[in-house]
Each structure stands twice: as structure tokens, then as C-alpha cells.
């Protein structure tokens, strides 16, 4: 099975109040990442956690928390979400093996913040 | 840093026609250049990659030739199908991240194949 799962689909959120995406996958990949996607730019990696070790990128450090609880798991958190948070949120997953490996991505979640 | 750029926003073509999608990028070294596609509904799929001068990927009737002088990876198809419709991302995987891949993606071509 090589899917990788996101719940939920869509969600509506209110200006200041939190968010929390959750991810799965079941292919036992040691990398999990989340990519913030808005019409017409490119994916954008937010973070990615490597094993336990969690990286996130300098732009978007103090916005996104996130928290990988075992190897299948991974969750995005908007502590208090802004209109620009709006997006589609993709999770991927893959394998590292000292090449270039390819990633999994889930279907996504749609972010709409009023 | 390092960056993608993919010249068409959209392209329209009907069935049979020649597909050429431009991608061209920015990165010092060698990064390793991957072609992803979406289709509606999904996630980005792996197409496939290239990491070194002249290597040709291909996989599903699509190919793509890293060009180091030209810093470029275009994507073609000979002769697309319907089902072909999707957007496509070109995107760089930079030589310091050969155990981590994080990519860095271009924004995304539009494909649309009329029957």
C-alpha cells in the first residue's frame, strides 16, 4: 500500500482560532513532509521531520508547529490561523536512502480561513 | 536558493499531438531534477528523475533529458492522450540532500488534451 492518507479533506476555520491537520502513511518511510500550496505558486515546503527530528524551513519557523508521535503519524498546527493561511496543505512521505528518493503525497487538505 | 521556473501557465493540445512542457533551474552543482504530475483530485505522482548531465528519464510515454549547460529538464511526449490531462511540476532536489530529499518545486503546468 502506497498511500498516504490526510484528514480531513477540507476545513474551515475562523481568523485567530487553531488548526490541526493530521497525516498518515503505512509504508514504514523514516521522512514525513508538509508543502503549502496556493493557486497558481508552487508547493512550498513548510517542514519536514526525519525520523524524530523535525526541520522547518527559516520563513516559516515561528508559524507552523508540528508533532510525529510515532513512524506513521504526523500532524500540522496553526496555533492562532490568519486569512493567508488559506491553501491547500500536502503531506508527503519517503523513504531516505543516501539518493535522491522519491515522495508519496496525499490527496491534501483544502484550508479555508473566514 | 535554489529555484524552478516552467514557462507555461497551460497548454492546450489535442490527441496525438506533441507535448514539450519547458522547466529550467537554478542550483549550483548537481541537484537531482524530477518530473511530478497531478491529477484532479490527487496528490502530486512521481514521473520520474535525473541526476546527473544527459540522463534521460522516462516513464509512461513521457521523457525529460538533464541539460547542465542549458540548466534545463523539458518535459515531451510524442503523442498525448486524453487521459494525459493533469498538471505537471518540474522540481530539484539540491545536491546537499542526498539523504533528506526536500524538494523545491516549479509552479505547475496545466495540460489539458481535447479529444
Known amino acids: 500500500d502506497t498511500t498516504v492518507k490526510q484528514n480531513p479533506r477540507y476545513k474551515l476555520a475562523r481568523v485567530g482560532k487553531p488548526v490541526n491537520l493530521i497525516c498518515s502513511q503505512t509504508?514504514?518511510?523514516?521522512?514525513m513532509y508538509w508543502y503549502q500550496k496556493k493557486p497558481n505558486q508552487a508547493p512550498k515546503l513548510l517542514l519536514f521531520?526525519?525520523?524524530?527530528?523535525?526541520?522547518r524551513e527559516a520563513d516559516t519557523f515561528e508559524k507552523f508547529q508540528s508533532s510525529r508521535p510515532n513512524n506513521s503519524f504526523c500532524s500540522l498546527y496553526i496555533g492562532s490561523a490568519g486569512l493567508e493561511y488559506s491553501a491547500m496543505y500536502l503531506c508527503a512521505s519517503s523513504r531516505s536512502w543516501g539518493g535522491w528518493a522519491e515522495q508519496f503525497f496525499g490527496p491534501g487538505t483544502r484550508l479555508t480561513v473566514l | 536558493g535554489d529555484s524552478v521556473t516552467q514557462t507555461e501557465g497551460q497548454v492546450a493540445l489535442s490527441e496525438e499531438d506533441f507535448l514539450t512542457i519547458h522547466c529550467n533551474y537554478s542550483a549550483s552543482g548537481y541537484p537531482a531534477l524530477f518530473w511530478y504530475v497531478q491529477y484532479p483530485g490527487e496528490g502530486p505522482q512521481f514521473l520520474f528523475r535525473a541526476s546527473r548531465d544527459k540522463e534521460k528519464g522516462s516513464s509512461r510515454g513521457f521523457e525529460a533529458t538533464y541539460n547542465k549547460e542549458a540548466t534545463s529538464f523539458h518535459l515531451q511526449k510524442a503523442s498525448v492522450q486524453e487521459s494525459d490531462s493533469a498538471v505537471y511540476y518540474c522540481a530539484l532536489s539540491g545536491p546537499g540532500t542526498q539523504v533528506v530529499g526536500q524538494l523545491t518545486f516549479g509552479s505547475g503546468t496545466r495540460l489539458q488534451v481535447y479529444a
Open positions: 521531520y526525519y525520523d524524530k527530528i523535525l526541520n
Open positions: 509504508m514504514n518511510h523514516d521522512t
